[in-house]
């Protein structure tokens, strides 16, 4: 065995010769950026051997590191194999981590009354004697234990809370199943999580109040192992160990969640008895252990749409003994419950008129509803917007250009945390494009002027510096290139393409749309108006327009406390018609003009 | 941490200074007998310490080994403490090993229908396509979807099997909780164990045709943490950890099994949808880890005597998914689930006349069917047929005398397997009390006379010698004891009162008995004449009695595959009249006079 330490972070771990530098860092669970999923193809994975023998740098490397980088001694990791069982110490670069992302964990709520899945009986329990040598069981008052049929695990706890409390004890149950015995006057506790492809929000909730004890976010930690959904599904679909390390990377992260919220409401995880999870199709079916190779595969289809109502500790989760993990309906391969949760959240089947509402992320959701008919379509944005395939793209990190703006002939730029800049977020790189278009340096097609003294490189190459290598925190310049332009078009286009169809569909056009409710992380921080300037958005009134937050995580707080929300999620699903649009004849067309870069693209 | 090698065993540790020599056997899996839990009471745990550095020989072990014991560098595992890194090698006598008795599994079986509890569906599924993008899941056919809520770990398995066998797949349910998805035409199975105190019974049974396809036999691997249910509650109530262990020993125990008897039936434990356990109270409660504390004192009432019925894999048996685990009710403390499958197995309830049904153990249960009406108890009859305080008593293993009798003025005896003997059996010890009085060796009362020339020692210490040291296979004689028949006398003397007062409850003589039915191990191999003789049963001629094997085991086998069994079970318990003797007000009384070695102690 050979042990690596990987620094400045200071995690260790000890593999065998033949590992790469990338498989270790991900057992380490050090959380090196590796969108590709570790074949070498985007180059992310960029560390520094100080110490130790390694494989020789070698052509895919090359293809990636220039003689500069090369001379530095960055290597990817991923190509980087183990030699020997001499201690091998490695540096990882800030820019090579998956920074710990701002959590976007707060949404606008509207208002739910408490009348949760779960009931709560008070129970005295006989103490025995020798005239009465019933089991702790038999000897329960307040229910008939004959019709009840506890498991052992949550059996357990019965004989010794009830010998602490008096002989009296609190049972919780869902329906007919009992989720724990907890004691006396206890309140029973619920934990909704949403499980984003890049980033998790959880929520610690009263059952019997409603009342939000804990909040906490965080990473998504199966990100070590491939940044958007695809790249997880080829590490799931290598073998069922990599399958299952993707199941216990998500559970690790769920229980750290669990355990931070439970800390913040300073109550125990046993109390737990009830929880909601909701995620896209991919997340859901690694979350629950199902396979994930015909969803990866045409004409990717779930294992499951149904509801789900699975036991918890099955999972690993940490909960009550007997606590449940419910998960809203899938709709399909690539609209997932957590579209469901928001579109519950935000009461879109509810409203007058017609409401659109998003989810953008690598792949956008988008629902209609036009006068009480439902659409639905998912939409391959791709990652442009979380900063995958862009040059100085990066997660919503410090240090993150999150807003671009055009001044005095050039742009102009704020970071998170007003840290030195080292890249590019999402909602930079869509102002970046929308100010450059504003400043005329870009055409509506996308191609870069070489006129403007901040444009730099040649023909294919042509990029523009945002700025200078003297100024960011890493010493290399930062900027944007004609082929982030070309990625940014790429996911605009589709999902403009995607609300023009589910228009159509509905036999509206754009502009009869009442209001467009957009959610998510991304979606809350983009400018509407240059959304709108580089025709990702319809021109709509911006008082149309309600950016939501994280309404997946509210919709998942609402399933959790109100089982109502459970048959309207049923109610909803059975309602919505999916159109998928990978073979739609008119996809084609609309994706084509609406990767121009000008609010009408239909014009 | 200090590494220690159990010789001649080959198993390997390391464990933290401080640790002693019993607790780092017990963790390396090595089955050192430890009957009194390791508090230096029994004296059992004897090792040789070959190499390293251990705490000095102190007072408690000066008063278990004898000087030349000493001389010859034996120490007691639980008092002798690991002091420095230095790796250490001890040496492992034969006789201090819970030897592997034999395993008896085997019993007489009552013919029974198979109509086992869970049903088998076999279905279609629809193939997906871009006109049917639903979930695998519901796109099944032969039964509605909707109405049945798989767990995920049970769905999981639907996709692989559907597209492997060309989209057929059968279910396997419990009443509505789906235990399995299985390839089409794949027959369900069934695992059946005996988890007794010592041993370890399992049977692999197809739950079509009801035919076994593997049994196997094992010593119970908690035996390393207390050889009686006493010792092992001790331990478990030292804290949650111990409990723990427990479990943890039990569960690995039944998955070898399982392993064992799935190779021999060649197939995979994954096709076993749904489990039978039975075992006395405190096996019960170890193996579902429910709390113990209340069993080990007054007044002794289980957790529950409710028939369980709990997901197998909660418990770390590795079955199929959704395998439920089935327990017969406990009828009281010390009236556990096995007698409760014996009665079934051996139809004593079904019986005309007056029926007595033993199983002899540490606590032997009793069971009288008197004309329709049943009563049960159970007596404490010690440990001493399995061989524990017993000055040369054993386990049968290879090398224990089982079988003794008189000739020529002297007892003459046979080992298990004719190895060279080193100590008794159960079914031996009481042939040699038998013989003993037989021969007038001892009174009635259990005197020793001296006149014997094998007779040895003085006074109290008084002890006839069976096989002198030379021809054993340890170079120690083997001997019965005055202390061993007194012992013996005890055993007897509570299960023959416990008899007494059962047939006394029932306004019954002894002779009135019509058939005794004998099961277990030990009642399997004794020697009726004999315990006749000693007045262990009453003198009622030998063809009322019936030797049945393990009917606990076999009781468990037909649990299996008969659903109508469990419901006999429950209706059976609710019949059986419980009388605790601890403090019943005849109880001394027959005790007293039962101990005389003589088969009508009531004159």
Known sequence: MTEIAFQPIGRRIAVQPGTTLLEAAQDAGVALSAVCGGVGVCGDCRVRVLQGRVSRLNDVERDHLTEAEQASGLRLACQTIVEAADAIVVDVPRESLSASQRSQVEGEELPLPVDPPIAVYDLAVTPPSVEDLRGDWERVRGIDPAQWQPTAPVLADLPTIARAHGW???????????????????????????????????????????ATLGIAGATNPQIAYGEDVMARLTFAARDRAGARRLQTAIVDGLNDLLHEVCRQGGVPPARVVEAVAVG?????????????????TAPYVPAVCAAMLTPARDLGLRLAPGALLYLPPNVAGFVGADHVAMLLATETAEQPGVTLALDIGTNTEISINAHGQLWSCSTASGPAFEGAHIR???????????????????????TINHAPPVGLCGSGILDA???????????????????????????????????????TGHGRAVGLSRADINEVQLAKAAIRAGIKLLTERAGLSESEIDRVI????????????????????????????RQVGNA???????????????????????????????????????????VKLTPDPWD
Chains 1, 2 share one sequence.
């Open 392 to 414: 100085d793209g990066m997660r919503a990190a410090d240090g993150a250009i999150e807003r671009v703006i055009w001044q005095d002939g050039a742009l102009h730029w704020l």
């Open 168 to 210: 009296r004890v609190r049972m919780i149950a869902h329906g007919r199943r009992i989720a724990a015995f907890l004691p006396p006057d206890t309140e029973p506790l619920g934990f909704a999580v949403d499980v984003g492809t890049t980033g998790l929000a959880a929520y610690l909730v009263n059952l019997e109040t409603g």
């Open 552 to 594: 997946a995580g509210i919709g998942a707080k609402r399933l959790l406390i109100n089982a109502h929300e459970r048959e309207r999620a049923a109610a909803l699903v059975a309602r919505l018609r999916y159109i998928e649009l990978t073979n739609h004849p008119d996809f084609t067309d609309r994706f084509s003009q609406a």
């Open 518 to 545: 957009v959610s998510g992380a991304f979606g809350n921080y983009i400018d509407l108006e240059n959304a709108i300037a580089i025709g990702m958005f319809p021109a709509l009134p911006l008082e149309r327009f």
């Open 433 to 471: 494009v929308a100010m450059l278009r504003a400043g005329g340096v870009i055409s509506e097609m996308g191609a870069m002027s070489r006129n403007h003294p901040s444009v730099q490189g040649e023909n294919h190459n042509l990029w523009y510096e945002i700025v200078p290598a003297r100024r």
């Open 280 to 296: 896209n199709t991919a997340m859901h079916h690694l979350l629950l252990g199902l396979p994930t190779e015909q969803l990866g």
